[in-house]
Each structure stands twice: as structure tokens, then as C-alpha cells.
């Protein structure tokens, strides 16, 4: 059976289809998903895929119900192009993230009547929407800080639309030593918590779900349901934790990709004989060191949230 997709607001945003990560080795990243999550390739199998309007090798690897699309600017970077521009300033860093939007011109013309800027693929500013455009980015200047693509279709192949589905993600939580059971958010780092929360309630028709303090990360946070997905806003607390660094660098920006599993203990053995090195913050939430994940900082909790639409 396929994925059964839940979606938010009233322009049916639902699939998250993919958190793209930023890298200038897409092959050497893909091994590293492989080896490290059991991430399956199901694009770029063989070699990365290239897009001339973007000037960007790609791959897409499904870990659990989460894609992660491995992306790398073509060398020499052309740093005219949203892609070079983006290496050039962060390096190997998330980059975005997402969604499937069922009326994707509603949404893009309801965003340009509040006056957010609407960049076409490849860039540039779309001024009116029409049926022709395929996906779009909003500004980040106008989603306290979430790089996010909104689209129109799906990608071929993902293996959450098969009907096989069912049975094949049961080998990450049931085979695989991490034991992931789902992506549990993203976590998008901000300045002010209040603001960005309220920008994604009116901007995307989020819908709020829990807010509290998480002592161990030295942050205060409110979880939103936007589509298919949780996602974290979180305000540091501390200027000298992570979260805290990566804010004073970056900004609002994408910070962080949080999954459920079933056990810590287990999950930082395998990760630790891979070579990645691991961090307990709190109980219950284990750390892997970013230096070994490609500057990506990911975390594995048994958390259960409060209002979670996706608890079984």
C-alpha cells in the first residue's frame, strides 16, 4: 500500500518530496547515505543527474519515509545560478526542503498578493502565476528563513507512492540497526520564535502543534504541521550551543533533520562503527557530530510529541 498523505491548508500542501543537502560530491554522498541510514538511491542510481537550468547534479535516496536529494553545483561553479550562489556562500550544508502542492497556482498567487517575492526555476521573479509553472521558490526573506520549493508534481519513482510501500519501509525500523521508525521534523533555526511562527501560519496555513524548551539543546521551540510533515521552529536560548552558533552565523536558516527510532542505544553503536560520532544532549536524544555527516547535524530521540498527527 502506498503512503497515506496528509496534507494542510487550503491549497492541499502535502508530500514533503525531498530535503535537498548541499554538497560538492554528490557520488560521495549518496555512499555515505548507503552505508551509514541504508538509504535507497531511486535517482542518480548509476550516475548523479544533471539539469541544465540549474547547472546542478543530483541524486534522491529514501531513508524511512524522508528523501534526501544530494545536490552539487557542476564545476566551474556558476554562482549566477541559485545553485553556485548557494555553494559559494554555506558550502555543504541543507539547503531546503519540499512539497507537493495539489493547487499550486492558488498557493503562488495567494503568496504574491502579500507581497512575497516568487522565484522561478533557475531563477528570476515570477510576477503572475499560471498553469505552466511547475514549482517555485518563495524568498527566504519572506519564510522566516525555510529555503522551500513548492510543486506540482511528483517525483517518478518514489517509492512512498508504490504500493509496495508499506512493506518496504518496515526494513528501516525492523532490519536496519538505527531502527528508524519515521523523519520525526526539521528544525528550522531562527532569530525570534513568535515571528517566524506567526509568519508560518499566515504565509503557509501551518498548523501549530506543541512549544515548550528543550534544556539539552538550550533552545525554545514550537512544532507546526505543515503537509506531510512536522516542522520545528527553534530559538536558541544559549549563544554558545550549536543551534546557537549556527544562528549567529546564518541567520534563519535550515538547521537540523530529527527521526523516531526505536532504540538510542542502538542507533549510536551502528553510527559510532561507521565512523560518526555521537553526543547524548538530554536522555532521550542522541546527536551525531555534524563533521562526520557532511555538515548536516541530524538527531534520533524516542520523543513522542504531544499532538503528533503522525503517532500510530
Known amino acids: 500500500m502506498e503512503k497515506q498523505v496528509k496534507k494542510t491548508g487550503d491549497f492541499g500542501i502535502g508530500l514533503m518530496i525531498h530535503s535537498v543537502h548541499m554538497t560538492d560530491d554528490v557520488t560521495k554522498l549518496n555512499r555515505f547515505y548507503e552505508e551509514v541510514f541504508g538509504g535507497l538511491i531511486y535517482m542518480g542510481v548509476d550516475e548523479p543527474q544533471y539539469l541544465p537550468p540549474e547547472d546542478r547534479l543530483a541524486g534522491l535516496i529514501m531513508i524511512s519515509d524522508f528523501c534526501v536529494e544530494t545536490m552539487a553545483p557542476k564545476f566551474p561553479v556558476n554562482e549566477a545560478l541559485p545553485v553556485g550562489k548557494f555553494y559559494s556562500k554555506f558550502g555543504q550544508h541543507l539547503h531546503s526542503v519540499g512539497y507537493k502542492v495539489d493547487d499550486l497556482v492558488g498557493l503562488g498567487q495567494r503568496m504574491i498578493d502579500k507581497g512575497i517575492y ?46 509496495t510501500w508499506t512493506s518496504q519501509r518496515k526494513m528501516w525500523e525492523l532490519v536496519h540497526p538505527l531502527g528508524i521508525k519515521r523523519m520525526l521534523y526539521v528544525t528550522l533555526g531562527c532569530k525570534d520564535l513568535e515571528t517566524a511562527k506567526a509568519t508560518y501560519i499566515d504565509t503557509m496555513q501551518a498548523v501549530p502543534i506543541d512549544e515548550g524548551i528543550d534544556d539539552g539543546q538550550q533552545m525554545k521551540y514550537a512544532t507546526l504541521h505543515l503537509g506531510d510533515c512536522l516542522l520545528q521552529l527553534a530559538q536558541p536560548l544559549d549563544a554558545e550551543s550549536a543551534l546557537g552558533k549556527h544562528v549567529a ?11 523516531r527510532v ?5 542507533a549510536e553503536k ?12 538530554r536522555p532521550g536524544l542522541l546527536a551525531a557530530n555534524p563533521e562526520d555527516t557532511f555538515n548536516a547535524p541530524y538527531f534520533f530521540t524516542t520523543d513522542v510529541i504531544d499532538g503528533d498527527p503522525f503517532e500510530d
Request: with cysteine; hydrophobic share 30%.
Open 118 to 163: 516568487i522565484g522561478k526555476p533557475g531563477g528570476g521573479k515570477i510576477d503572475e502565476m499560471d498553469a505552466e509553472t511547475v514549482y517555485f521558490y518563495p524568498s527566504p526573506r519572506d519564510t522566516a528563513g525555510l529555503m522551500v520549493e513548492l510543486c506540482k508534481t511528483d517525483m517518478p519513482n518514489d517509492p512512498r507512492l508504490l504500493d
Open 249 to 259: 552565523q546564518w541567520g534563519n536558516m535550515i538547521y537540523s533533520v530529527s527521526f
Open 262 to 266: 526505536n532504540d538510542l542505544d542502538s
Open 270 to 281: 551502528w553510527l559510532n562503527e561507521k565512523g560518526v560520532r555521537t553526543s547524548r544532549p
